[in-house]
């Protein structure tokens, strides 16, 4: 390395096609102007009996749509392509290395089984880095002692698992998805790898069983709990909601009886937190989850590195936190970079993606597009952070990374009396009348605490960097119901939502302290609840007045149908061309696009609802809707990718309304054209609407399949089909006699 010139640790290259890509925005700017002029002036000349009030909400849909398009050209304009460089990190500061604390979150062991978070534990604690410098911490806010139970079980076998997946640089670290891998890619060659293979597996396999069978009896084995002096506070402990704080070192470096691994080398620190929990105290869930760790983990380690992760996101790639260093300790344009969002990837994906979770463009476009404009979002996991700009410290020009100041203050403690001190900081009263979860650490009140939390670090001058490597570097469960997608997204939405309108907006807040096009970007997503209206508007107006003889749209030999030909065109080809650029099928395209509408009309509906709700002081949902845990033959049709309805709730009765709609109004213009011969004329002058119902038709075919054909568990409910049902024609009904 030529020490005069100065080589940098990471580098940033722009997308390509971006001329070509700008233009055809702006040839559909043009296209969308025309839109809005031409029914700017067709109002006025439109009577009532035509239709007027329709063609005025046409109008508004439209202006909407537009500026929602506007405002998703940010994160298309400049995407930015980031790619770090591990050898020179380990060049220069192999030796000097700063201390990463990683931060796993697991809040119900009925939902998220112990097993797969000591996985998730295990996959970071074998982390390609020097084990005295890194710590993981688990904050069990279930407080639960199985999951205690499985930590410590999980200390034990790093004992043999770390040593192992070192010594023949396995990948990836987590047990669980190392042994599924080699099922598929083949037994390792190395006579001695395998040899310790068959015993590692033999103690994992045992392991296994064990924290299965406490998990199913609901109880910590005798023997365990006489071993262990930690299952004594669960003595103490009351219910889930009303605890002391259990905090419990399990590794740490400086434990003369406890810290190697059976090739004597040290092994990370490992701490297990509940924090106390009082039912007259409000716990602020993830983020308060967050905050405490934040405190107790500043006492225990104070690395200057924070790892986020959610408990089902195993780490794939063991080098990811050198990756992620490379972007933070660059000498150059380190200083400023607050933090490094990985994508969220998700292993549990079909083929074709039947509930769009994957959200590909997001995670391969929009995101390149907010990095080019100052960075990404922070959501939540898959992050890693800077411990000051985390605690709420302002960028500074002179603000420089200082990573040599390793903080040993605590050698001297005692291992217990660590315990001891770092327990108050988890307390329920310790965040009264502090800045915690104001200025200090993640933002409370929040239902997406990440993305506020994140904004107001960039506010605060710093940015952040997006890193998406084609190895994914953590892969976590998707949703496989379509009720557990829709209401991911309705707290998703209305979270993003109340962020708009919060003192934080991106929109108000934001002006001046971050770009033009970050504002923009971030408005994409707090506006995704409001496109609830223009959407329902166009899926259910222009549909009616098809069917009652009225046209909305230009005809075809008009003029002005060529702007609406150019955009429909135009954005179809474009999202299906997007679609393939992020790896996706065509069949997963159309499956996305009914999302897409599904999310639109009914999870962004009850978020706006909500919303509204709140505002006007009703504080909780009324729409609360519970989902169970899939049962075994849900989950067959889910690899079979046949969409998953299951329980009544009012989302799907919503849902299913429309498609019946859509195809009662198709169904009776379809008779007419056949019975009256004018059937061609009259498609001539109202094509678009008669394509507009034909889409909502064809997309919906899951639907009517749920909702007439099939027999299975996972069909729609037979309540919801017959309350859709009598919507739908009572809709019907009245819009024929008004
Ligand atoms: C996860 O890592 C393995 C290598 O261990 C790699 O083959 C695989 O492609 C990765 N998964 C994803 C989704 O990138
Ligand atoms: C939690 C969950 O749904 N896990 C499933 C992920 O997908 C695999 C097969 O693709 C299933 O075996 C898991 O049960």
Same mark, same amino acid.
């Given at each position: 390395?030529?020490?005069?010139?100065?080589?940098?640790?990471?580098? +940033?290259?722009?997308?390509?096609?971006?001329?070509?890509?700008?233009?055809?925005?702006?040839?559909?700017?043009?296209?969308?102007?025309?839109?809005?002029?031409?029914?700017?002036?067709?109002?006025?000349?439109?009577?009532?009996?035509?239709?007027?009030?329709?063609?005025?909400?046409?109008?508004?849909?439209?202006?909407?749509?537009?500026?929602?398009?506007?405002?998703?050209?940010?994160?298309?304009?400049?995407?930015?392509?980031?790619?770090?460089?591990?050898?020179?990190?380990?060049?220069?500061?192999?030796?000097?290395? $700063?201390?990463?604390?990683?931060?796993?979150?697991?809040?119900?062991?009925?939902?998220?089984?112990?097993?797969?978070?000591?996985?998730?534990?295990?996959?970071?604690?074998?982390?390609?880095?020097?084990?005295?410098?890194?710590?993981?911490?688990?904050?069990?806010?279930?407080?639960?002692?199985?999951?205690?139970?499985?930590?410590?079980?999980?200390?034990?076998?790093?004992?043999?698992?770390?040593?192992?997946?070192?010594?023949?640089?396995?990948? $990836?670290?987590?047990?669980?998805?190392?042994?599924?891998?080699?099922?598929?890619?083949?037994?390792?060659?190395?006579?001695?790898?395998?040899?310790?293979?068959?015993?590692?597996?033999?103690?994992?396999?045992?392991?296994?069983?064990?924290?299965?069978?406490?998990?199913?009896?609901?109880?910590?084995?005798?023997?365990?709990?006489?071993?262990?002096?930690?299952?004594?506070?669960?003595?103490?402990?009351?219910?889930?909601?009303?605890?002391?704080?259990?905090?419990?070192?399990?590794?740490?470096?400086?434990?003369?009886?406890?810290?190697?691994?059976?090739?004597?080398?040290?092994?990370?620190?490992?701490?297990?937190?509940?924090?106390?929990?009082?039912?007259?105290?409000?716990?602020?869930?993830?983020?308060?989850?967050?905050? &405490?760790?934040?405190?107790?983990?500043?006492?225990?380690?104070?690395?200057?590195?924070?790892?986020?992760?959610?408990?089902?996101?195993?780490?794939?790639?063991?080098?990811?936190?050198?990756?992620?260093?490379?972007?933070?300790?660059?000498?150059?344009?380190?200083?400023?970079?607050?933090?490094?969002?990985?994508?969220?990837?998700?292993?549990?994906?079909?083929?074709?993606?039947?509930?769009?979770?994957?959200?590909?463009?997001?995670?391969?476009?929009?995101?390149?597009?907010?990095?080019?404009?100052?960075?990404?979002?922070?959501?939540? &996991?898959?992050?890693?952070?800077?411990?000051?700009?985390?605690?709420?410290?302002?960028?500074?020009?002179?603000?420089?990374?200082?990573?040599?100041?390793?903080?040993?203050?605590?050698?001297?403690?005692?291992?217990?009396?660590?315990?001891?001190?770092?327990?108050?900081?988890?307390?329920?009263?310790?965040?009264?009348?502090?800045?915690?979860?104001?200025?200090?650490?993640?933002?409370?009140?929040?239902?997406?605490?990440?993305?506020? +939390?994140?904004?107001?670090?960039?506010?605060?001058?710093?940015?952040?960097?997006?890193?998406?490597?084609?190895?994914?570097?953590?892969?976590?469960?998707?949703? +496989?119901?379509?009720?557990?997608?829709?209401?991911?997204?309705?707290?998703?939405?209305?979270?993003?939502?109340?962020?708009?309108?919060?003192?934080?907006?991106?929109?108000?807040?934001?002006?001046?302290?971050?770009?033009?096009?970050?504002?923009?970007?971030?408005?994409?997503?707090?506006?995704?609840?409001?496109?609830?209206?223009?959407?329902?508007?166009?899926?259910?107006?222009?549909?009616?007045?098809?069917?009652?003889?009225?046209?909305?749209?230009?005809?075809?030999?008009? $003029?002005?149908?060529?702007?609406?030909?150019?955009?429909?065109?135009?954005?179809?080809?474009?999202?299906?061309?997007?679609?393939?650029?992020?790896?996706?099928?065509?069949?997963?395209?159309?499956?996305?696009?009914?999302?897409?509408?599904?999310?639109? %009309?009914?999870?962004?509906?009850?978020?706006?609802?909500?919303?509204?709700?709140?505002?006007?002081?009703?504080?909780?949902? %009324?729409?609360?809707?519970?989902?169970?845990?899939?049962?075994?033959?849900?989950?067959?049709?889910?690899?079979?990718?046949?969409?998953?309805?299951?329980?009544?709730?009012?989302?799907?009765?919503?849902?299913?309304?429309?498609?019946?709609?859509?195809?009662?109004?198709?169904?009776?213009?379809?008779?007419?054209?056949?019975?009256?011969?004018?059937?061609?004329?009259?498609?001539? +002058?109202?094509?678009?609407?008669?394509?507009?119902?034909?889409?909502?038709?064809?997309?919906?075919? $899951?639907?009517?399949?749920?909702?007439?054909?099939?027999?299975?568990?996972?069909?729609?409910?037979?309540?919801? &089909?017959?309350?859709?049902?009598?919507?739908?024609?009572?809709?019907?009904?009245?819009?024929?006699?008004?």
């Amino acid at each position: 390395m030529g020490s005069l010139e100065y080589s940098p640790l990471f580098e +940033t290259k722009r997308g390509r096609g971006r001329i070509i890509y700008r233009s055809f925005a702006i040839s559909l700017f043009v296209a969308i102007c025309f839109i809005w002029f031409y029914r700017f002036s067709h109002i006025l000349d439109t009577k009532f009996e035509d239709g007027k009030w329709a063609w005025l909400g046409m109008f508004g849909a439209e202006l909407w749509f537009g500026f929602y398009w506007i405002l998703t050209q940010a994160l298309r304009w400049t995407l930015v392509f980031r790619q770090p460089f591990v050898n020179r990190l380990s060049q220069r500061y192999e030796k000097r290395l $700063p201390g990463v604390d990683i931060f796993v979150c697991t809040a119900d062991p009925d939902i998220e089984p112990p097993m797969m978070v000591i996985n998730t534990v295990l996959s970071v604690m074998a982390y390609d880095y020097p084990t005295e410098k890194l710590s993981v911490y688990l904050s069990d806010d279930g407080g639960s002692e199985i999951t205690f139970y499985a930590l410590l079980e999980a200390s034990n076998f790093a004992k043999h698992w770390l040593p192992f997946s070192k010594r023949f640089k396995v990948e $990836p670290r987590s047990p669980a998805a190392y042994f599924k891998s080699i099922l598929s890619s083949g037994y390792p060659t190395d006579p001695l790898q395998l040899k310790e293979l068959a015993a590692i597996k033999k103690l994992y396999d045992e392991m296994e069983k064990r924290i299965e069978d406490a998990t199913k009896l609901g109880e910590v084995p005798k023997e365990a709990r006489l071993k262990h002096k930690g299952f004594s506070y669960w003595d103490s402990y009351f219910s889930r909601r009303d605890h002391d704080t259990i905090l419990q070192i399990l590794l740490h470096k400086k434990d003369p009886h406890n810290s190697k691994d059976i090739d004597g080398c040290v092994l990370p620190t490992l701490v297990y937190v509940a924090r106390e929990k009082r039912p007259q105290y409000f716990h602020n869930f993830k983020a308060g989850a967050m905050n &405490s760790l934040l405190r107790v983990s500043s006492h225990i380690s104070n690395g200057k590195i924070i790892l986020n992760v959610d408990c089902d996101m195993y780490s794939n790639n063991s080098q990811s936190v050198r990756d992620s260093l490379c972007f933070l300790m660059d000498e150059e344009k380190g200083h400023e970079i607050a933090f490094v969002q990985f994508p969220q990837i998700f292993e549990n994906a079909t083929k074709n993606d039947l509930y769009g979770c994957c959200l590909l463009s997001i995670s391969e476009v929009e995101f390149h597009g907010a990095d080019g404009f100052g960075g990404p979002l922070y959501i939540g &996991s898959g992050c890693f952070h800077k411990r000051e700009s985390l605690c709420g410290m302002k960028f500074t020009d002179q603000y420089r990374n200082d990573w040599n100041s390793e903080d040993d203050q605590f050698k001297e403690a005692f291992l217990h009396e660590l315990e001891e001190q770092s327990k108050t900081l988890a307390s329920c009263n310790y965040e009264e009348n502090t800045s915690w979860g104001k200025e200090i650490g993640l933002k409370y009140g929040c239902p997406v605490e990440d993305v506020i +939390t994140g904004l107001s670090i960039q506010c605060k001058g710093w940015k952040s960097v997006y890193y998406n490597p084609s190895r994914k570097a953590f892969l976590g469960l998707a949703p +496989t119901t379509l009720p557990q997608t829709l209401v991911q997204h309705k707290r998703w939405s209305e979270g993003d939502l109340q962020i708009l309108l919060s003192k934080y907006s991106p929109a108000w807040y934001g002006f001046g302290k971050i770009s033009l096009g970050l504002q923009m970007g971030y408005c994409v997503y707090c506006l995704w609840a409001p496109n609830c209206l223009a959407t329902l508007y166009y899926s259910i107006i222009p549909s009616l007045y098809l069917r009652k003889g009225i046209p909305l749209f230009p005809k075809m030999s008009s $003029p002005w149908f060529i702007p609406f030909a150019y955009v429909i065109v135009g954005e179809t080809t474009y999202s299906l061309l997007e679609f393939f650029f992020c790896w996706g099928t065509f069949q997963g395209w159309w499956n996305e696009l009914r999302i897409w509408l599904y999310k639109r %009309t009914s999870s962004y509906l009850f978020a706006c609802i909500d919303t509204i709700l709140k505002l006007f002081g009703f504080s909780d949902s %009324t729409f609360i809707i519970t989902t169970k845990v899939t049962a075994e033959d849900a989950s067959k049709r889910y690899e079979k990718e046949i969409m998953e309805f299951g329980v009544s709730s009012p989302m799907l009765t919503i849902l299913a309304t429309l498609a019946l709609l859509n195809l009662f109004c198709s169904l009776s213009v379809l008779k007419d054209a056949v019975i009256w011969k004018g059937g061609l004329e009259a498609f001539e +002058t109202m094509v678009l609407q008669v394509l507009l119902s034909g889409f909502l038709v064809l997309i919906n075919f $899951p639907l009517y399949q749920g909702l007439f054909l099939r027999k299975d568990n996972g069909r729609l409910p037979i309540s919801v &089909s017959i309350k859709s049902i009598v919507l739908s024609l009572s809709v019907l009904i009245s819009f024929s006699f008004a």
